[in-house]
Structures are given as C-alpha cells and as structure tokens.
C-alpha cells in the first residue's frame, strides 16, 4: 500500500508541469468566467491536490537547479524577500489610515453629531452610516494582520519561543530552521489556503461549495450556480463586506506559504555556506537608519 501510494506521488508530480501547461495554454476553460463551467473548475482548481502538486513540483525543481547553480536560489530568495517586503511596507499603510478613520468617526460621531457621511470619489457617490465606517476600521487591522505577516518574518520581527535554539550551534539552528519550514509552516499554511480557499467561495457563489465536492460533481452543478456575494453585516447599517476577511485569509496562508518556501531556501543555502553567509542579501528596515537618514535631511 506504501508504494502504491508512492507510485500515485511520483506520478502526480511527473504530471504537474503537463497540467499546468494546459492550463496556460487554455485559459478559458477556467478564466472565462462569463461561463459558469469555467467558473467551477477555477473553484476546484484553486484548491486542488493538482495545484499542490505542482507547488511541490516547482519546488524540488527549484531546490535541484539551487543546489547546481547557488546564485539562482540566492535570486529566489531576494525576489521571494523583496516581495513579501514590498506588500508589507505598502499594506503597513492600513495601520495609518485606520487610525485617521478614527478620529474621523469620533469626531463626527461626538462633536458634530453626524450619523451619515456621503463622499463622491471621481464622481461616483458612496453614503454611508457612521457606524459603517466605525465597523470598517477590523478590515484595516486585519490588513496589517494577513498582509505584513510574511514581511514581520523577513524583518525578524516575530516573538521566538527559545528553549535551546540559542545554545546549538549555527548550522543545527539552520537544520532547526530548515524543519520548521517544511514541517511547520508549509503544511499548516497549506491547510488554511485549502479550506480558506473553499470557504472564501462558499460566500461568493450558490449553490454551496464544499472541500469534498469533486471535479464532475462541481461541474454538474454548473448550470445552477449563481453570484450571490456576502452582504450581511453585525448590525443593520454596519460594514457588510465580511467576504473580503475571507480574500485576506486566504491572501495570508499564500504569502506565508511563499515566504516559507523562501525561508527554506535562504536556511539551506546559509547551512551550505556558513556563517559568512548569515544575513546575506536580508533587507531589514532599521530604525537607525531612518534616524539617520532624517537627520542628514535636516541638516
């Protein structure tokens, strides 16, 4: 039974480069949503054993190919760095703007007792009960939450739990950190993209998804499905797009699942070149380095 479920692996994963070039090469029958078919294969595909198949594919061809050419794994490591940095700087924003927006609310709310706002960004009028805004600022935080995880870890910023990590040596934290990766973060993260993922649709179309329908039971079930997003909210004049927290649930466990495939590599290539290695490439913003940079400004 071991190797047959062995056998079923291997060509599992000698099949994802066909698939995935299929479905390049024919985008509509899962990109074309005006058809409701389409529509159902891109569900079913997104959280498919086929896609984690060819993640696992590209992620042993990318390992072999770094192994033989060290300084294409370095490449992905700063390109995997640079955009979980890049997304985390910009989604930081959120923390700003929730802020303002809170001031704005209790302005409005207690000084000048306004219980509407109307605004017409580019001509388009958008109205509003306060208490919408009030309820809006949980998507701020939950921004900086799911989109500034993977650029935390980058910068270092998350609490470690040291009972004996400290006292080993470099390259067995490296193997420490190698099997926190694969062991840890890619599984889990896998497994909240997966029901994230079918979650997330459960709100977005009828009749319901779920993670156990298959490929032909969701395509028989194309002909009565139908756009039906998500507008309930906790109260009758609250925020009512809850399904975008579903969009950044999702967005979270795939943003870790890179950066964990990214935290991989940097630990494997630091394990094989040694300490001289550790840190390299890691663009950390640095508190310091602001300082100084207004200072000199200011002067």
């Given at each position: 039974?071991?190797?047959?479920?062995?056998?079923?692996?291997?060509?599992?994963?000698?099949?994802?480069?066909?698939?995935?070039?299929?479905?390049?090469?024919?985008?509509?029958?899962?990109?074309?949503?005006?058809?409701?078919?389409?529509?159902?294969?891109?569900?079913?595909?997104?959280?498919?054993?086929?896609?984690?198949?060819f993640v696992l594919f590209l992620f042993f061809a990318i390992t072999v190919a770094g192994l033989w050419k060290r300084g294409f794994l370095w490449l992905v490591v700063r390109v995997l760095e640079a955009f979980a940095n890049s997304v985390g700087r910009v989604a930081a924003w959120a923390g700003l703007i929730m802020v303002l927006q809170q001031v704005m609310v209790v302005f409005l709310q207690r000084v000048f007792t306004v219980s509407q706002v109307s605004i017409s960004p580019f001509g388009f009028p958008f109205s509003k009960d306060l208490s919408w805004f009030g309820e809006e600022l949980k998507l701020y935080n939950a921004i900086v939450v799911c989109m500034c995880c993977s650029y935390t870890f980058v910068q270092g910023g998350h609490v470690r739990v040291d009972l004996f990590y400290a006292g080993i040596s470099y390259r067995a934290k490296r193997i420490v950190d190698m099997f926190?990766?694969?062991?840890?973060?890619?599984?889990?993260?896998?497994?909240?993209?997966?029901?994230?993922?079918?979650?997330?649709?459960?709100?977005?179309?009828?009749?319901?998804?779920?993670?156990?329908?298959?490929?032909?039971?969701?395509?028989?079930?194309?002909?009565?499905l139908k756009w039906n997003v998500e507008t309930i909210g906790?109260?009758?004049?609250?925020?009512?797009?809850?399904?975008?927290?579903?969009?950044?649930?999702?967005?979270?466990?795939?943003?870790?699942?890179?950066?964990?495939?990214?935290?991989?590599?940097?630990?494997?290539?630091?394990?094989l070149e040694g300490p001289e290695s550790e840190g390299k490439y890691l663009d950390r913003d640095r508190l310091d380095d602001v300082t100084a940079s207004a200072v000199q400004q200011n002067t």
């Open positions: 039974m071991m190797f047959d479920m062995l056998g079923r692996t291997l060509s599992n994963l000698m099949l994802a480069p066909f698939n995935f070039g299929q479905a390049i090469l024919h985008p509509e029958l899962w990109l074309n949503w005006s058809d409701r078919t389409a529509l159902t294969r891109f569900i079913y595909y997104g959280g498919s054993s086929e896609l984690l198949y926190g990766s694969l062991f840890f973060i890619v599984p889990t993260m896998c497994l909240i993209w997966m029901y994230g993922w079918f979650f997330l649709w459960r709100h977005l179309v009828t009749p319901k998804i779920s993670v156990t329908d298959k490929l032909e039971l969701l395509e028989r079930k194309a002909r009565l906790f109260s009758p004049s609250g925020f009512d797009a809850y399904f975008l927290f579903k969009m950044l649930l999702v967005i979270f466990a795939g943003m870790m699942l890179v950066h964990g495939i990214a935290f991989f590599f940097r630990s494997l290539l630091e394990y």
